[in-house]
């Protein structure tokens, strides 16, 4: 089948624009004018833009869809903010699921609480055990009963990956950071096949309805209380259920060392030949995040007065990225404080640019450090939305981390000066996963539409306004970029490439940048199909 692109702009992610694009048989056919390719099509359907943007598919680099399908079906925060609504929240769930053992789910966020901290008496109304992932993923929230059930008590230690908050006399006051969410996470029931296959084909449709033709997994392994999502992923690729192109990031097992190779290897064995999946990454965590004190920095911490976690050995790590690397793995790193990125650089040195190694999140980065990524042909692997003044990082990061520190953070635009390759995420469902919004931030540093993050108001100064980076910049990070990463054939709009491509409502480019969150989108398309229509598109 034949498909005419027209009326509007193309955005190819080669740093131009064109005026019509030809799909034949699921492929880009033809690049270039309009009048030149209706002549070539023949018998086509036809696509108007509209004045829209055609642009390639989006491709997030760093993303959990597996946990957020899951979480979407469970006790659901991540849409409301404040204690009253997640209370009442929680009760409805309860009430409206009598059977259910436990109450577990996720998404509330650490600035609805002073010091960013929940407590387990607020959940204790509840006749069951309680488990609510916090937002980002990094702690946990639960009540006296889910504390009983694990055995934690005043005497039980701290794990050496994680922290279990108290009261001042030493009772655990119901928040678990990090690895301690494992002590009560792995206590939950444990998801079905059915659920996983349809968490996952949940997320796929939503992730499709912004755009989202491909990503990267951030996670596939055993963490905080999830189960492995690998078997999940090869049924869906090897029945044809999954239509995205997907590479799935093997988790690292921090508490083990060289002696796990040989399982990744086998991991990654078992998705070769689909034509959907791949399992060529390696997922290494070195730190935490700033606002529980587990992120990993060169000084201490304004209020704890401690430096936080490096979760792999340093002087361990290199060996592990050796042996990973001479295997062909990509390694895709999480380092959020500036210790940890400068580790996951010191163990990259000397590695293979041709593995597409890269760093997420990258919330701060020791100036010295900024050159390094382009000098190692590292990639910088941007979640934009967290570079704003919400209130998560006025109320508690920036208090926390102090100067010159938070003056450090997503420094994009002095990464890009030093000619640093980007790809882009949302860590989803840690974020809104709409690119449009993210792409937002990183050319405004402001929030979408003035207060739309979580339901309450923030500032709306730009945050740190010198490291704003350009809409081409930004969208190539989300299309491009991000495909590179993943080895994928799309992200490009070119001849010979697979036709995977967004449709949106109106050209960004064309509007105000404080508007360019407003973007929509009306149609998706991977090879040439249709996998998302917006209604009355």
Known sequence: MNILFRGGRVFTAKG????????????????GAERELARLAGGHDTVDLDGGLLVPGFTDAHIHPVQAGLERAKCDLSEIYGLDAYVARVAG??????????????????????GGLPHRTQLDFLDRPAYLIQRDHHAAWVNTRALELAGITRDTPDPADGRIERDLDGTPSGVLHEGAMDLVGLLTPRPTAEDLEAALADAESHLFSLGITGWQDAIVGSYAGSDDQLPTYLSAALSGRLRARVVGALWWDRTRGLDQIDDLVERRASAEGLDRFAATSVKIMQDGITENFTAATLEPYCLCGGTGLSYVDPGKLKEYVRELDRLGFQVHFHAIGERAVREALDSLEGTDPDNRHHIAHLQIIEPSDVPRFAALGVTANLQPLWATHHAQMDELTLPYLGEPRSSWQYPFADLLAHGTRFCAGSDWPVSNADPLQGMHVAVNRTEPGGSVHAGYPTAQQPFLPGQRISLATALTAYTAGSAWINRSPAGVVEEGRPADLVVLDRDPFALPPEEIWTTGVRLTFVAGEAVYQRAGS
């Open 93 to 114: 769930y309860a009430a409206a699921n009598p059977g259910k053992e436990w109450i577990d789910g996720g998404g509330w966020d650490m600035s609805a609480f002073p």
């Open 16 to 31: 131009d624009f064109a005026e019509a694009v030809l799909v034949r048989d699921g492929l880009v056919a033809a690049v």
